[in-house]
């Protein structure tokens, strides 16, 4: 099993910028796609980025591209999200999820692909 604490959420203005971390613990070999997903009060959960450990990949959703970094450091079992310019409407719960099976599929936007989360923290970005 994997086990995954995420931490870094606050209150910050907007412009502002933010760094979430994700610590991995348990079956940390086993951990193929790291996700990040937030989910807003009322909304879905929603993808925001992803990280292949392989091929060192980045994708991110729209609403976040040029803004956002996803990064990983492997002796450490860590993986960051880089939050800057930060807006109101990044304000959400922000979830780290990792896909600990082997997949030949690419379904990194989508929660199903993963198969472990975090417990998730809090980003309120204020106007």
């Known amino acids: 099993q994997v086990q995954l604490v995420e931490s870094g959420g606050g209150l910050v203005q907007a412009g502002g910028s933010l760094r979430l971390s994700c610590a991995i613990s348990?079956?940390?070999?086993?951990?193929?796609?790291m996700g990040w997903f937030r989910q807003a009060p009322g909304k879905e959960r929603e993808f925001v980025a992803a990280?292949?450990?392989?091929?060192?990949?980045?994708i991110f959703a729209d609403s976040v591209k040029g803004r956002f970094t996803v990064s990983g450091d492997n002796a450490k079992n860590m993986v960051y999200l880089q939050m800057n310019s930060l807006k109101p409407e990044d304000t959400a719960v922000y979830y780290c999820?990792?896909?600990?099976?082997?997949?030949?599929?690419?379904?990194?936007?989508?929660?199903?692909?993963?198969?472990?989360w975090g417990q998730g923290t809090q980003v309120t970005v204020s106007s």
């Open positions: 990280l292949t450990w392989s091929a060192s990949m980045t």
């Open positions: 348990g079956r940390t070999f086993s951990r193929y796609v």
């Open positions: 999820a990792a896909r600990t099976e082997f997949s030949t599929s690419a379904y990194y936007s989508r929660p199903f692909f993963y198969d472990a």
